[in-house]
């Protein structure tokens, strides 16, 4: 059974730092991109990061570029996601999501079709 199991999320000030994690079971890592989405009340959900083996490349929407860094622990069946900076509105249920390697990596959600709980990040003094 595939499993996704997102953690590490709570409350920060902002500047500070969270890093999520989302724990695989049920199938191979390495098999699949993994991406990183956020939703926020009264938002749609929107992609944040993403990373492939297919073609080793990490991608980040303009919103996290130089804040926000995907890796993926393939021994452990986890990919993080370091957040630093945090700004208010970086506050949303955080989910992490798989689609099959060879459709690559993406910050849209089409094509993944596993999806982990959310676990809720909240950025405020």
């Known amino acids: 059974q595939v499993q996704l199991v997102e953690s590490g999320g709570g409350l920060v000030q902002p500047g500070g730092s969270l890093r999520l994690s989302c724990a695989a079971s049920g199938f191979t890592l390495d098999d699949y991109a993994i991406g990183w989405f956020r939703q926020a009340p009264g938002k749609e959900r929107e992609g944040v990061s993403c990373t492939s083996r297919r073609d080793g490349r990490t991608y980040n929407a303009d919103s996290v570029k130089g804040r926000f860094t995907i890796s993926r622990d393939n021994a452990k069946n986890t990919v993080y996601l370091q957040m630093n900076s945090l700004k208010p509105e970086d506050a949303a249920v955080y989910y992490c999501?798989?689609?099959?390697?060879?459709?690559?990596?993406?910050?849209?959600?089409?094509?993944?079709?596993?999806w982990g709980q959310g676990t809720q990040v909240t950025v405020s003094s």
């Open positions: 999501a798989a689609r099959r390697r060879i459709l690559g990596c993406s910050l849209f959600q089409s094509g993944y079709g596993s």
